[in-house]
């Protein structure tokens, strides 16, 4: 049973546009959250994160929206840009020190 | 930051061999370390949780003496995978705990095993 899914296994944006990821969970106990952004052959980089107090968080080009009741988040990046393709990770934990839980990654390409 | 090396970044091993893979957290102390291997098209799968000084906790389906792992400091943890078989290779990634937080995992650059 999946507890973190991204279901789109893939995204392609024009440069300049918006990009959206989406996340959804179904465990309850799950109350951080993170985005990762992987390339091929390479360990995860750390992108953003958001605890389940807040529904959102802002740095720079990226900002990720929490809906709690839909249990469901998402990673926008404004604006594209070409070097943001990569395969980017949701990843869940429960409070404390807990593995991280994987979706299984959406694969962005940005166009110019 | 926080930073996590691991080693080696790729191997390739003969089949029946063993191979040993480790994974140090540089400028902290790290009493949890999580190991995961990547299929491909797939997601990060959790194979275990290491803690300091006490055995590993494994997750389902993963073979605990096929892959040994040994976290005997709070800086260093290991994966030796065994026998290694064909089907072993993959994607291994490691990742430091200190604490829960916009830095509180950290992730090595990762091995990628191939066994011939």
């Known amino acids: 049973d999946q507890q973190v899914k991204q279901n789109s296994p893939s995204l392609s944006v024009q440069e300049g546009r918006i990009s959206i990821l989406n996340c959804d969970y179904t465990?309850?106990?799950?109350?951080?959250f993170l985005w990762y952004k992987k390339y091929p052959a390479e360990g995860p980089t750390f992108l953003i994160s958001i605890s389940s107090i807040k529904d959102k968080n802002e740095d720079g080009r990226f900002t990720v929206f929490l809906n709690k009741s839909a249990k469901h988040l998402s990673l926008h990046i404004v604006p594209s840009q070409p070097g943001d393709s990569a395969v980017y990770f949701c990843?869940?934990?429960?409070?404390?020190?807990?593995?991280?839980?994987f979706g299984k990654g959406t694969r962005l390409s940005v166009i110019a | 930051g926080a930073v996590v090396s691991q080693h080696p970044s790729r191997v390739i091993c003969k089949s029946g061999t063993s191979v040993k893979i480790e994974c140090r957290s540089l400028?902290?102390?790290?009493?949890?370390m999580f190991w995961y291997r990547q299929f491909p098209k797939k997601s990060l799968m959790l194979m275990a949780t290491s803690n300091e000084g006490s055995k590993a906790t494994y997750e389902q389906g993963v073979e605990k003496d096929k892959f040994l792992i040994n976290h005997a400091s709070l800086t260093l943890s290991t994966l030796t995978v065994t026998s290694a078989h064909p089907e072993d290779s993959s994607f291994y990634i490691c990742s430091a705990s200190m604490s829960q937080g916009p830095y509180g995992y950290t992730f090595g650059s990762g091995t990628r095993l191939t066994v011939v």
């Open positions: 465990n309850s106990m799950f109350d951080y």
């Open positions: 400028d902290f102390q790290a009493t949890t």
């Open positions: 990843a869940a934990s429960e409070m404390g020190n807990t593995p991280l839980v």
